[in-house]
């Protein structure tokens, strides 16, 4: 049967029955001994079968784990306790009009009525953290344990830490209540901040934390900027994590064990910009390549600085043991290109190349400092020919007036050549000898054209 047929058989199915779905979207009816929801004393499979005709005000409990979750199919206009003391529960967490949930582990999307009014104590916890935050009143605020289900505290009024456009607030998402969403907000600490950091869509937010610490999860929906503050979880293990949909700039800040991540959800990759900030080695290697123009990371005591690049930067420059080449507007450059006579060629990332290179089709030479060879190269001991062009020869070449063959990989040849169906000889320095040779101690002859006849 489909979902609809479930939601109409399950509140008819016996106590000991349930719609169990065994493919995708399917359901089949099954009769179980695993009872864990309980209304007015008697145990049932499932929670739609359990609250079908209950009053308004009844307790729904749940006495033992189960991934069954909770349906609203019979309480969406109801009013209802739920109790499920120390017991987990996995699934869909639908909940009633109107709910206070008074215990439990509640592992699963959680959705709610848009007019409903719900409350729920400190010995609930829940994998949805943003219907946590729903239910927190001024002098609470959310945490999360090690298994990263989310419950909410009480605080005392000293433990307001976080300032938000001159107010004090417990916690980011009360100031993110409070303010109207179309306010440039910046956030301020006067203590390290340890919780989940969500920012939804909407918000302009500028977080300039100053010496405070933060070691936990950034989720970004908003427009972002990070103007100071310290983000290192102090290992990889337990690196601070910043995932987004939007871009995020960076203007300040250390980074230390941080790992950056971009959420493409239908808005393309929106990456981030860096403007400023010192990062580790670690962070450094997510951030690279998101430098924006005009600025540049400089390597100090052990971390990359990025600052503005102060005077324009021409010729060639050193980084990270890679040698560049900026022209004279100080533009970056790439492919060929000629200094002072030489020529070079600067791979897609503007790196100089160095060794062998294939450009266009032929084969390239690079010396150690760069420069495109030409003419005779004594490589790894073996001798290749390269053009006038710098390109790597093979074949038949005449050469200050001899004639060598390079093979197909560009080697010289030396010794006996079979080419093109006729026996060649060339000597010790690569020419084809012609006339009487002796070889070995025997006499050859060969034509004009080098083939030996006879």
Not at 113 to 126: A, H, L, P, Q, W
Not at 203 to 219: C, N, R, T
Not at 260 to 266: M, N, R, T
Request: hydrophobic share 30%; net charge negative.
């Amino acid at each position: 049967m489909d979902r609809d047929a479930r939601d109409i058989l399950e509140r008819f199915e016996k106590p000991d029955q349930w719609c169990r779905e065994y493919e995708d979207g399917q359901y089949v009816l099954e009769t179980t001994t695993k009872l864990p929801y309980k209304v007015n004393g008697q145990l049932y499979a499932s929670s739609a079968r359990a609250t079908y005709g209950v009053e308004d005000g009844s307790t729904l409990y749940i006495v033992e784990d189960t991934d069954r979750g909770i349906s609203r199919i019979n309480t969406w206009n109801l009013s209802m306790d739920i109790d499920a003391g120390d017991c987990t529960v996995k699934g869909e967490i639908e909940l009633p009009k109107n709910c206070n949930i008074i215990s439990g582990s509640f592992d699963g999307a959680t959705s709610v009525s848009d007019v409903g009014v719900y409350t729920i104590t400190e010995k609930c916890r829940f994998t949805s953290r943003g219907f946590v935050v729903s239910c927190c009143s001024e002098n609470e605020i959310v945490v999360h344990d090690s298994d990263w289900y989310y419950r909410k505290v009480s605080v005392d009024d000293s433990k307001k830490n976080v300032i938000a456009n001159g107010k004090t607030y417990v916690d980011i998402d009360h100031a993110l209540k409070d303010i109207n969403q179309n306010e440039n907000i910046v956030f301020n600490l006067t203590d390290d901040y340890p919780e989940v950091i969500s920012l939804s869509y909407g918000y302009h937010v500028k977080l300039d934390f100053g010496k405070y610490s933060f070691k936990s999860y950034l989720e970004n929906f908003a427009d972002l900027e990070i103007a100071s503050g310290r983000f290192d979880g102090g290992d990889e293990e337990n690196a601070v994590y910043i995932g987004t949909t939007q871009q995020i700039t960076i203007s300040g800040g250390y980074f230390g064990y941080v790992d950056f991540d971009e959420w493409s959800w239908g808005n393309g990759n929106p990456g981030y910009t860096v403007k400023g900030g010192t990062f580790s080695p670690y962070a450094y290697e997510y951030i690279k390549d998101d430098i924006a123009d005009g600025y540049q990371a400089v390597y100090k005591n052990g971390n990359y600085v990025v600052q503005k690049q102060q005077t324009k930067v021409t010729g060639w420059q050193a980084s990270d043991g890679k040698w560049y080449y900026y022209d004279a507007d100080g533009v970056k450059t790439t492919g060929w290109q000629k200094v002072d006579g030489t020529w070079y060629y600067m791979d897609k990332e503007g790196v100089m190349t160095t060794g062998w290179q294939a450009i266009g089709g032929a084969w390239y030479y690079m010396n150690g400092s760069g420069a495109m060879t030409t003419g005779w190269q004594a490589i790894g001991g073996t001798w290749y020919y390269m053009n006038e062009s710098g390109a790597m020869t093979t074949g038949w070449q005449i050469i200050g007036g001899a004639w060598y063959y390079m093979n197909g990989s560009g080697a010289m040849t030396t010794g006996w050549q079979i080419i093109g169906g006729a026996w060649y000889y060339m000597n010790g320095s690569g020419v084809m000898v012609t006339g009487w040779q002796v070889i070995d101690g025997r006499w050859y002859r060969f034509n004009a054209s080098g083939v030996w006849i006879g």
